[in-house]
Nanobody
């Protein structure tokens, strides 16, 4: 079955950096785009970044541009999110996501999430 397992979250001071990883299994990783979302307390889940199946195209939310970098290693079935210049408002649970085409429909899959807390 499809599994997405995030890691790398934690507590970091403002201005610091973290690198999140998402290990994927159960599907042909190199055929699908991958995304990172986040959800802060009391807020809706929002897209952080997306990367195309072969990594040639990336998309970022405006507030993350220039600070976050999404990348992937198709040999390792892993997608990454490098987060620099972190701000307290980046505090959230970060989720890995993919949307797979299965039996004529698209299905979203999510990891369990990893907590990122930016605080002094």
């Amino acid at each position: 079955q499809v599994q997405l397992v995030e890691s790398g979250g934690g507590l970091v001071q403002p201005g610091g950096s973290l690198r999140l990883s998402c290990a994927a299994s159960g599907f042909t990783f190199s055929m699908y785009a991958m995304s990172w979302y986040r959800q802060a307390p009391g807020k809706e889940r929002e897209l952080v970044a997306r990367i195309s199946s072969l990594g040639g195209s990336t998309t970022y939310a405006d507030s993350m541009k220039g600070r976050f970098t999404i990348s992937r290693d198709n040999a390792k079935n892993t997608v990454y999110l490098q987060m620099n210049s972190l701000k307290p408002e980046d505090t959230a649970v970060y989720y890995c996501n993919t949307r797979l085409s299965q039996k004529g429909r698209w299905n979203d899959y999510w990891g369990q999430g990893t907590q990122v807390t930016v605080s002094s």
